[in-house]
């Protein structure tokens, strides 16, 4: 895998090296709240990164928004990374703000960079960003979810579906993408929904260029990546499941280890053998684990 390298050269002889390279960045999941709650949500963040791009000298070769974190893989300098998933971030703490009035919104929230140094560890961060709605079983298949980068690739010269932002007056386009920012590429195409198509920022060719085959991205993203990808960057200790997620998970895991199909089916000496489960699979927290299986904190705590 290349490393791209930039020299910029300034006046008396100075020259200046950067290394553009590839990084993974998630957001640390919110457990209390949702950073995007409703489908105006989802729209207007598409949009706020259709917008934020511009701003920096990063590809964002693929990204997925979850209710309560959010998931890009990208190439540039790791200052420019960094710079655009902060903005990205700030962006969806002021949104969170108009929504709800939640002046703290994402700022205790940590952003976690991985650097990508194996064409194998790029393959799979792509795989493991565009399978995170398929791993919390919201849908079957990746093509199904709307708020990810999934359709952008090989579309071939298909068109995109859509009304292109150049037929559209500025006043008008300062409303729908919420932005007070003139400048919008004449590439741009709204999709019916209200979002900018993601195949118009996404650096769709980078990605293809990566898999070289539409059969090697389908192998790709039907192999269950999430554990080797998750311990080797560091993100199992990252994600948090929501209750929802978390409870579809516990049971499956209570039919396989214990043969039941119902919580209330566990004796209690099961319930806390499943403490320690949760644990160890999911990365619960003594709260989450005492909110879905209704005990205690403190008694969650002992056997942890």
Known sequence: M??????????GNKTLMIMKQYYHV??????KNDIFHSR???????????????????MILCFCLMSNHFHFVLKGSYRDCYSFANEFKRMCAIRMRDRNGDVAGLKDVDLHFDLLD??????????????????ARIIAMPYFYEW??????????????????????????????????????????????????PACYVASEEVEKIFKHPSRLLVALAKRVENEFEVASGAANQIVMLDSELKTHVLELISNEFG?????????DDRLRLCSMM????NASVKQIARVLRISQSLVASVL
Do not use: W
Request: aromatic share 10%.
């Open 26 to 31: 998630s957001s640390k999941a919110l457990e």
């Open 40 to 58: 105006e949500d989802f729209v207007t963040a598409m949009n706020d990164i259709s917008l934020c791009v511009l701003k920096y000298d990063v």
């Open 118 to 135: 194996s064409q194998e560890y790029l393959e799979n961060a792509i795989a493991y960003v565009l399978r995170n709605p398929m791993a």
């Open 148 to 197: 990810s980068s999934m359709m952008a690739y090989f579309r071939g010269r298909n068109p995109l579906p859509g009304t292109p932002l150049k037929s559209i007056s500025i006043r008008r386009r300062r409303e729908l993408l919420r932005t007070r920012h003139d400048f919008v590429p004449d590439t741009y195409v709204l999709s019916a929904d209200g979002y900018v198509h």
């Open 260 to 268: 039941v199909n119902s919580l209330t089916q566990l004796s209690a």
């Open 279 to 282: 644990r160890r699979n999911f």
């Open 2 to 11: 290349q490393t791209c390298i930039v020299v910029l050269k300034f006046g």
